[in-house]
């Protein structure tokens, strides 16, 4: 049964985008030879300094065997920073087609850019530079709402295509009994469900769901900020305020929530994978739990869970795994 949730815009049976604002190893060195300036926009980036991205782009920029299902809004396929890596045909789980593209709502299409926008001509840089992103369609409304069962849908149907990354970037569903299923379901075929914690101040009395990470956000100083959730059920934190990503239109725009610190987290895991394709659904969650900097109390917390990612910190935990 659902729980007693204190923030708006959550009712029995269905999702809410809680991610978005509608308005608009040590001793690594960076180098960015390979990335023309003009090319590559790191200023607008933060975000990916702050977690380590370029360090371990030192040994990875990512791969064209790892796939990232978004179940989302949809995702601009043509987007000239996004099309090189969107893998097509996706799935629509609210009318059974192959229509993924977005239904006047650009949720799916910023949280695409996180994971891997190409950053052409001073656009949006995502984590990866190769990916293939897949789109799973489950919502095609333009309020963004979408039916838990869909979720569930789209999460098992990525399983069922080996699909080891599964990005949901909305936190409707997280004491869901359908949508644990489905995430079962997905760690017992190898994959990992990221989810975003939510956006509304103050706790949430929701369970630590085993088989689902639960990220939350954290500004450019590593606080948390006055619109996120916090609770057992977070398991780590990322970086999720002021985040320029792709945006419908072939456009760009610099948004916020705990919809991007998920996608963030999303990103890190096909890097890794990228990297060690081999791991199992708890290696990898093994591996992202220890890539990251402990905040707030010691150990683990409600507010930061493990801490804040960090992928300076990956290789040498992939080296000695």
């Not at 729980?3 to 190893?25: E, H, Q, T, W």
């Not at 909305?170 to 075929?189: M, Q, T």
């Not at 998920?262 to 199992?280: E, F, T």
Request: charged content about 20%; hydrophobic content about 40%; glycine content about 12%.
């Amino acid at each position: 049964m659902q729980k007693n949730i204190s923030f708006p815009r959550c009712v029995r049976g269905f999702s809410i985008l809680m991610g978005l604002s509608l308005y608009a190893g040590a001793g690594l060195t960076a180098d960015f030879s390979a990335f023309e300036s003009s090319q590559v926009n790191l200023d607008k980036s933060w975000f990916l300094t702050r977690i380590g991205a370029p360090l371990f782009w030192q040994k990875s920029t990512g791969s064209k065997e790892v796939k990232v299902l978004v179940c989302d809004t949809g995702i601009e396929s043509n987007h000239p920073d996004l099309k090189a890596n969107i893998s097509l045909p996706g799935q629509n789980f609210v009318d059974g087609s192959t229509n993924t593209e977005p239904t006047g709502n650009a949720h799916g299409t910023r949280i695409a850019g996180v994971i891997g926008a190409l950053g052409l001509n001073g656009g949006a840089v995502g984590i990866n530079l190769n990916v293939k992103i897949v789109p799973g369609k489950i919502s095609n409304v333009a309020s963004g709402m979408a039916m838990h069962t869909d979720t569930a849908k789209c999460i098992k149907w990525g399983a069922d295509q080996g699909i080891k990354i599964v990005n949901v970037s909305f936190s409707g569903g997280l004491d869901e009994p359908v949508v644990h299923d489905a995430a079962k379901y997905l760690h017992d075929k190898g994959g990992v469900l990221i989810m975003s914690a939510g956006n509304v101040w103050g706790p949430r009395d929701l369970p630590n769901d085993p088989y689902i990470i639960a990220v939350g956000m954290v500004n450019q100083i590593d606080w948390k900020t006055q619109f996120d959730s916090f609770g057992p059920f977070v398991d780590m934190v990322a970086p999720g305020t002021t985040i320029y990503t792709t945006d419908v239109g072939g456009k760009y725009i610099e948004d916020k929530g705990s919809s991007l610190s998920a996608a963030v987290v999303s990103g890190a895991a096909a890097l890794i994978l990228s990297v060690r394709p081999d791991l199992s659904a708890d290696e990898l969650t093994e591996v992202l739990f220890r890539s990251t900097v402990d905040l707030g109390t010691p150990g683990r917390d409600d507010a930061f869970g493990v801490g804040r990612l960090d992928l300076s910190k990956t290789i040498d935990i992939l080296n000695n795994l």
